[in-house]
């Protein structure tokens, strides 16, 4: 049965749990009361901690990571695109991993056939395709000194030191290879990475012009 319900390397280390060799009656404790009983309140209690610490995101400073949410939502894309680099940062987009992880996909692949796990670092920065929009030539100055960072760690160093338009162009390509993978499972095949660079940059530069003027 813990074969069939965790996954195998989950299903090892609950296996190898030593069971007592006294005839002990099992019962069930609610571990987050004193009393050891289930509680809504208690429930709720929990529930709240773990958001709280999962909205932290992969820094251990709190004021830091704060301060990189803040700084997303002051960059001069669209509304939704913020909306996709915040949960993208946060690691709470549906990608392979995270379902596999919800127990509601067990193939973790990535749709490019690279043997890497599809995570979010991997999808967005380090998979097949997106290995390659990004070493495009107009994008290799934006990715400078990017190299073996996670997304949110690149985000941010990218928010520190670009000007709004890299910015907007660094969220909005990001943002079109989430857009474009999710179509690719439903057979609309992948734009050539140079053309999905040239319109992300259009997109930028469009919403860049009409809300905030030239900024280049």
């Not at 809504?40 to 992969?58: D, E």
């Not at 973790?108 to 056939?113: H, L, N, R, S, W």
């Amino acid at each position: 049965m813990i074969d069939h319900v965790f996954l195998p390397h989950e299903a090892e280390v609950i296996k190898s749990i030593p069971l007592s060799n006294r005839a002990v009656q099992d019962i069930q404790i609610w571990a987050y009361t004193n009393i050891s009983e289930y509680l809504v309140k208690s429930a709720y209690k929990m529930i709240q901690t773990q958001q709280l610490r999962s909205s932290h995101g992969q820094s251990s400073n709190h004021s830091q990571s704060n301060k990189i949410w803040k700084a997303i939502w002051a960059v001069k894309v669209c509304n939704k695109i913020k909306t996709f680099i915040w949960r993208a940062c946060r690691d709470i987009l549906p990608t392979k991993a995270n379902l596999t992880r919800r127990k509601i996909l067990f193939d973790v692949g990535c749709e490019c056939y690279d043997d890497g796990v599809e995570s979010i670092d991997h999808i967005l920065l380090s998979c097949t395709y997106s290995d390659k929009v990004w070493k495009s030539k107009c994008l290799r100055e934006i990715m400078s000194h990017c190299t073996n960072l996670s997304f949110v760690d690149v985000a941010d160093q990218i928010m520190q030191s670009k000007n709004d338009p890299e910015i907007a162009i660094f969220f909005t390509t990001s943002w079109m290879i989430w857009n474009k993978r999710n179509k690719a499972y439903y057979g609309t095949p992948r734009p050539d990475p140079p053309f999905l660079v040239m319109f992300a940059a259009a997109h930028a530069s469009e919403h860049l012009e009409a809300n905030y003027g030239n900024l280049s």
